[in-house]
């Protein structure tokens, strides 16, 4: 049932190329996306005020690179909010707001009770999810399918990386009813999404790397994933992995906001995961990244293949293949995920089923 692995977590890290392409079939053309079940029309998608997003756990941070990419994408605001947190809220939502839930297993009692309150504030909801026939499928006006197919470790991987691939799916969406981007940067797009389950596997490939720097975490008692823009959400994704399964605790930062107070945290005992893909903001965050080296911290850097010097400001490199930025978030979370893998296992944890955590939680 493992496929000879392990465990089910490592058998669906190496399940992602798989779960890409099959997310991907179909979907795309050379000019844009066809989503089956989704029926907005350009006219209903233009008289969406605003988009909200809605989720828990690793479903939500995949929302925060959905907000990211449908903002950049199809200029619409976007709000991200925690299912347990939206219904007490009040929220500001009405039948001009596209409310997005995104749940992998479409059961989740927090994220249904938030579609429910949306509908009843009139919004129009997508649900992003990888049950056919779950309660959210049901009961969402629009579904967008992850075909990352059964999940069985608590702490989800191929679902977050659908996820992801969701998000692209329907940014491209919107963008193209919204009439906010050019051809050649959609096609561009498109030809890169082409790419990513190829290049999840080069970086999958790179295993042993990761495994091995793992070892240096076996005592360690706290952690920092900085990084800016799509590398901050991702690192809010890359710690939660790590808390999950290793329980290091482990603290997602945004990398330029560290000096503004949690700086004096970080010494030579607190390992600092520095992620640097966005082209935009790369030399920002070396600087950053050069900041947590002045207080000694061991630093590992996450950056594309062609940003060599990378290996001058930090302690080891882990090299990604080249993407566009906006889609650096799919690549960048495996080696994530592979390192709270093997350190979960070398303090000897459990692994498939952390302690206090269940895989799908029907209770608010
Ligand atoms: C949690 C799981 O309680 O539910 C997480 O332990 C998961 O791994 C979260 O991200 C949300 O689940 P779902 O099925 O709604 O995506």
């Known amino acids: 049932e493992k496929g000879g692995y392990e465990h089910f977590m490592l058998k669906e890290i190496h399940e992602q190329p798989r779960a890409l392409k099959d997310t991907l079939l179909g979907r795309l053309t050379d000019y844009g996306v066809e989503l089956q079940e989704v029926d907005l029309t350009?006219?209903?998608?233009?008289?969406?005020h605003k988009v909200y997003i809605v989720a828990c756990?690793?479903?939500?941070?995949?929302?925060?690179?959905?907000?990211?990419?449908?903002?950049?994408?199809?200029?619409?605001?976007?709000?991200?909010?925690?299912a347990s947190e939206f219904r007490y809220r009040r929220p500001l939502i009405d039948e001009h707001t596209l409310v997005v839930v995104i749940s992998q297993s479409?059961?989740?009692?927090?994220?249904?009770?938030?579609?429910?309150?949306?509908?009843?504030?009139?919004?129009?909801?997508?649900?992003?999810?990888?049950?056919?026939?779950s309660s959210v499928a049901r009961e969402a006006d629009d579904v967008i399918y992850t075909w990352a197919g059964p999940e069985i470790a608590v702490a989800s991987t191929k679902a977050y990386t659908t996820q992801l691939l969701g998000m692209v799916l329907l940014g491209l969406y919107l963008a193209e009813a919204k009439g906010t981007m050019p051809a050649e940067?959609?096609?561009?797009?498109?030809?890169?999404?082409?790419?990513?389950?190829?290049q999840a596997q080069e970086v999958l490939d790179?295993?042993?790397?990761?495994?091995?720097?793992?070892?240096?975490?076996?005592?360690?008692?706290?952690?920092?994933?900085?990084?800016?823009?799509l590398d901050w959400a991702v690192a809010m994704e890359g710690a939660?992995?790590?808390?999950?399964?290793?329980?290091?605790?482990?603290?997602?930062?945004?990398?330029g906001e560290l000096k503004h107070g949690t700086l004096a945290l970080i010494t030579e005992e607190t390992p600092?995961?520095?992620?640097?893909?966005?082209?935009?903001?790369?030399?920002?965050?070396?600087?950053?990244?050069?900041?947590?080296?002045?207080?000694?911290?061991?630093?590992?850097?996450?950056?594309?293949?062609?940003n060599k010097d990378m290996h001058k400001s930090v302690d080891q490199v882990v090299y990604l293949p080249e993407t566009l930025d906006e889609l650096a978030p799919i690549l960048t979370v495996i080696p994530l995920q592979l390192l709270a893998y093997y350190v979960s296992v070398a303090r000897g944890c459990d692994v498939d089923k952390p302690r206090n955590l269940a895989k799908s939680v029907t209770v608010e």
């Not at 939660?240 to 990398?255: N, R």
């Not at 966005?278 to 000694?296: H, L």
């Open 240 to 255: 939660l992995k790590l808390k999950e399964i290793s329980y290091i605790h482990a603290e997602a930062y945004a990398a």
């Open 272 to 306: 600092v995961i520095g992620l640097a893909t966005q082209r935009g903001v790369y030399e920002k965050t070396i600087s950053n990244i050069k900041e947590v080296k002045a207080r000694d911290a061991k630093v590992i850097g996450l950056t594309f293949a062609g």
């Open 185 to 198: 940067k959609s096609q561009a797009l498109i030809a890169a999404v082409r790419e990513l389950p190829r």
């Open 57 to 82: 756990g690793t479903a939500s941070h995949a929302g925060l690179v959905g907000k990211n990419l449908i903002e950049r994408w199809a200029r619409m605001p976007v709000e991200v909010d925690i």
């Open 206 to 229: 790179q295993q042993e790397v990761i495994k091995k720097l793992a070892q240096s975490f076996i005592a360690v008692e706290d952690t920092f994933f900085i990084g800016r823009g």
């Open 106 to 133: 479409g059961e989740t009692a927090d994220t249904l009770a938030a579609l429910r309150e949306a509908h009843r504030l009139g919004a129009r909801v997508v649900a992003v999810t990888n049950v056919v026939g």
């Open 42 to 48: 350009a006219a209903e998608v233009n008289q969406f």
